[in-house]
């Protein structure tokens, strides 16, 4: 399109560079890290879009069958291809120490031949990835944290607590969202800037600068089905949404759900909104669903850049020390005023009495 030769929007490196003219002692790895991933990002993008074309739907298959990864959960072939892409794309340049990914079970260490660099990253390469087959949005989400500093003197291999960083120690994160366009959204603790792919160019293209989001919101996300084993807080939060005009709230509510959280992060982060996926009594061993290193705290990052707020639900995502690679846990984010309202209802005293008929007895949430 002759648009792309007019536009004077900022390339992710010119943004980058500008970025780092901030900080004039910065030895460059951390811009050339990000554009390493957004590289991976421009390839997965590519096999996403090729689709069946290019044998890319179902399931991966290894010598022994249908794959799992260390979740328990089936692989997907572009869920392999995503952490292969993800994985060879930021190995080579000496910015990293060591990576860690939700398809790997262990963290993942740079081979002898390439340097060793200062920095982590964790990925989740293909978030929502069930969804593939049936062609709905999906992403990659990243964190970018400082590696210990005794990793970086010594070179040493890393270990799993290298990565027990709290995402307040976030140096960047963002996501890329396969959707309609191709989508990367970063923060390098400076606000949340988005940028479109530019399919002509191959250039990410600052198309949405300083994202910010509303702090109220009439629309609610949280897979319904979950609902009998919801704690007391969610279903009165979500109970009061239901009620809408007629009950406590005073006003009508949407929902949604498409269980991609990088597709329903990017709704909040477009329109506002609260996404939840809170801690639950479905399966006494996993706390929550979503796991911490490598979905909440980086989107967690990008939503309280963005003025937005990310929560447990009993307290702020980015203050929650990791004690494992995949741990799992309750998440609550999107526009404030409603993350602070769950926040409240979770420090306040249960109430019994739940109104709305969809929650009474032998209701349509309830066992
Ligand atoms: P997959 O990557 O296995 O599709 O999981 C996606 C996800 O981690 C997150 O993106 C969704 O919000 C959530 O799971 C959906 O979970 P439910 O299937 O329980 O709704």
């Known amino acids: 399109m002759p648009l792309t030769i007019r536009s004077n929007r900022s390339t992710l490196t010119q943004f980058l560079i500008e970025e780092r003219r901030r900080h004039p002692s910065a030895s460059g790895d951390f811009n050339a890290l990000v554009l390493d991933v957004a590289l991976a990002c421009?390839?997965?993008?590519?096999?996403?879009?090729?689709?069946?074309?290019?044998?890319?739907?179902?399931?991966?298959?290894?010598?022994?069958?249908?794959?799992?990864?260390?979740?328990?959960?089936?692989?997907?072939?572009?869920?392999?291809l995503s952490n292969e892409v993800f994985m060879r794309r930021t190995e080579w340049a000496g910015n990293l120490a060591g990576m860690?990914?939700?398809?790997?079970?262990?963290?993942?260490?740079?081979?002898a031949q390439f340097p060793r660099g200062k920095y982590l990253i964790v990925f989740d390469p293909l978030d929502g990835s069930s969804n593939i087959d049936v062609n709905v949005s999906v992403g990659s989400i990243f964190s970018i944290l400082r590696a210990p500093q005794d990793v970086i003197d010594s070179g040493r291999?890393?270990?799993?607590?290298?990565?027990?960083?709290?995402?307040?120690k976030q140096m960047a994160a963002g996501y890329a969202l396969y959707g309609p366009t191709t989508m990367l959204v970063l923060t390098v603790g400076t606000g949340v800037n988005g940028f479109t792919l530019d399919p002509t160019l191959g250039e990410f293209m600052l198309t949405h600068p300083m994202m910010q989001i509303p702090a109220d919101t009439q629309e609610f996300a949280i897979n319904a089905s979950n609902a009998r084993f919801w704690e007391a807080p969610v279903k009165r939060y979500v109970d009061e949404c239901l009620a809408g005009k007629t009950g406590a709230r005073g006003k009508d509510f949407n929902m949604r759900w498409i269980a991609s959280m990088v597709a329903e992060a990017h709704r909040i982060l477009m329109r506002g909104g609260v996404f939840m996926y809170p801690r639950d009594t479905k399966d006494p061993s996993k706390p929550g669903r979503l796991r911490l290193l490598y979905e909440a705290n980086p989107v967690g990052m990008i939503m309280e850049q963005a003025g937005g707020r990310a929560s447990t639900g009993e307290m702020p995502?980015?203050?929650?020390?990791?004690?494992?690679?995949?741990?799992?846990?309750?998440?609550?984010?999107?526009?404030?005023n409603e993350v602070e309202r769950i926040e409240r209802?979770?420090?306040?005293?249960?109430?019994?009495?739940l109104t709305n008929p969809l929650f009474a007895e032998r209701s349509l949430f309830r066992d």
């Open 42 to 80: 421009k390839g997965i993008a590519k096999a996403v879009a090729y689709g069946e074309l290019a044998g890319m739907t179902g399931n991966h298959a290894s010598e022994s069958g249908a794959s799992v990864n260390v979740q328990g959960e089936t692989q997907k072939k572009l869920d392999v």
């Open 100 to 111: 860690a990914s939700e398809e790997m079970d262990s963290p993942y260490q740079i081979p």
């Open 157 to 168: 291999d890393v270990v799993d607590a290298d990565f027990f960083q709290p995402g307040a």
């Open 317 to 336: 995502m980015m203050n929650v020390q990791p004690t494992s690679l995949h741990q799992r846990i309750g998440f609550v984010f999107g526009s404030k």
């Open 345 to 353: 209802y979770h420090r306040e005293p249960v109430q019994v009495e």
